[in-house]
């Protein structure tokens, strides 16, 4: 049981190229979800999706795109990458206990833009 | 919207001595709390919660408590560790929300001293 991987592990891109950060997971839960870290500012929610085929936006989405083609996976796509997108990014995969959410996350992709 | 304060955002504690982290809420719907740890180089773990119709909770060496009245919520580590050095993270969630409502407070760094 991997629980939440996340490849790569780091990244270089520069300005106005775009990538692919993978996310997977082994645990069956059906949220999933992408978060950057920056210095100083906590966890911010890029997107999410409560299950295969439904994705919806989080706090800061522009610049980024997601699919969920199955439960496994959720990809997250930057198009055109630019120097603000420069952080720590980190996937998680949720199950609900009763009424709240709990949350699980990977290792992280640290991504530097130049 | 939900917003999380958390304080202090750098603790530093004498090894064996008890660390506390507090954290705020603005929204009285909020009804789940969880702690997540991380270390450095990691992704955040959960590491206790907390739910609405609870006031404390203990697991070993850590404990969580809330006060709904004053919409404050603390974490307190005993006996320290140097294992305890880490960035801890509180956050709120609403019963049955969606991600967007998932906040995070902006994260204390806690530093034992040997």
């Known amino acids: 049981n991997a629980g939440v991987t996340q490849t790569p592990k780091f990244q270089v891109l520069k300005t106005g190229q775009s990538m692919t950060l993978q996310c997977a997971q082994d645990m069956n839960h059906e949220y999933m979800s992408w978060y950057r870290q920056d210095p100083g500012m906590g966890l911010r929610l890029i997107h999410y999706s409560v299950g295969a085929g439904i994705t919806d936006q989080g706090e800061v989405p522009n610049g980024y795109n997601v699919s969920r083609s199955t439960t496994e996976d959720f990809p997250l796509r930057l198009l055109s990458a630019a120097p603000s997108q420069t952080s720590v990014y980190f996937c998680?995969?949720?199950?609900?206990?009763?009424?709240?959410?709990?949350?699980?996350f990977g290792p992280g992709t640290r991504l530097t833009v130049t | 919207g939900e917003n999380v304060e958390q304080h202090p955002s750098t603790l530093s504690v004498q090894e064996g001595d008890s660390a506390v982290i507090k954290c705020t809420y603005s929204d009285s719907a909020s009804n789940y709390f969880p702690w997540y740890k991380q270390e450095l180089g990691k992704g955040p773990q959960l590491i206790i919660d907390i739910r609405s119709n609870v006031g404390e909770k203990k697991d070993q060496r850590i404990a969580v408590t809330l006060n709904k009245t004053a919409k404050h919520f603390s974490l307190h580590i005993t006996e320290t560790q140097p294992e305890d050095s880490a960035v801890y993270f509180c956050a709120a969630t609403q019963p049955y929300s969606s991600a967007s409502k998932i906040i995070f407070g902006s994260g204390t760094r806690l530093s034992i001293r040997p």
């Open positions: 998680a995969t949720g199950r609900w206990t009763g009424t709240s959410l709990e949350q699980y």
